[in-house]
């Protein structure tokens, strides 16, 4: 609407522009609906002088000077803008997502230049994750979890010298701290069915199976409600009390470990807590992040493995570890 060439373009150039631009075909109602858009959408504040002049054919902007361009965005509309172009980053070489890959960078620039223009540039410092590696299996995952098909996957553990090759019956796809995982059934020739977490990054290959399977009732939502991370090991939940020093009661508090805690004890002291979680990996490891700041009261198993593991960190430094 703003083409020297074209300085009252009809609904028809409006509709191959955008389709030019874009590199996929655009339909009338589409821009018919971005027109009511940029005229009447408050959450979009262009509030567009835009209408259609029938004498010269075309669309034009009523007031002079009117442009897109020269309104303000927020700081909160940078957010969530830098926020989307993070998480598409990391599946621009999905097939499905590349078709958008040009687009995708111009977007990031506009953004970075909305930034630069700022007086203090930058406020929101986004930890990007790296790249997902395994992340060309997404299209082949997620239509065979679609289509209820059949994956092999050629698997590589961390504790295993050679990899290992899967049946598998996918289920849903879930992303943790910088990684991404499929949640599916194991179908092994001599043992039982079970589910288990493949991690994407530990994927040699896929293929898609011409085999299909009957879905089983699954929670997905909830799957991992009893876990802190993605490790599960066919484990039930148990109660955790763990008692704290009085120096972290007010980041424990405001930011709990998990939906299950419960405050037992806060005194000028202790602060003392309660967790209904599944011992895992994710939890140990979080626990130890507290070091001397935390003491682990109960399960009698999970006080067992912190007394081992200060002792063998204690024999790391020519020390001797004190009981937990």
Known sequence: MTNRQKPAPSLQDLVDY???KMGVPVSVSSIQKDIYAMRYDESLGFNAPLEYDPVKKGYVYTEDGFSINNIPVSEEDLQGLEMAIGLLEQFK??????????????????????RDQGAQGSILILDRPKRYKGIEYMEDIVNAIRGKQALRIQYQPFNKPEAQKHLVHPYFIKEYNGRMYLIGKDIHPTKEPKFLTFSFDRMMSVAVLSQTFREEEVDKENYFRSAIGISL????????????????????????????????????????????????????????????????????SLVKQFKDTTTSMAKLYGGAASGA
Do not use: W
Request: proline share 4%; hydrophobic share 45%; glycine share 2%.
């Open 233 to 300: 090991n066919q484990s039930k939940p148990e109660i955790i009390r763990l008692q704290f020093d009085a120096a972290q009661a007010s980041y424990i508090r405001s930011q709990p470990l998990h939906h299950s805690q419960k405050i037992l004890k806060d005194t000028s002291k202790i602060f003392e807590i309660e967790l209904e979680l599944v011992v895992n990996y994710e939890l140990i490891a979080l626990l130890l992040s507290f070091g001397d700041k935390l003491k682990v009261l109960k399960p009698a």
């Open 93 to 114: 070489d999905i097939p499905a997502i590349k078709i958008f890959e040009d687009a995708i960078t111009k977007l990031a620039a506009t953004v970075k230049q909305s």
């Open 18 to 20: 955008v389709s030019d």
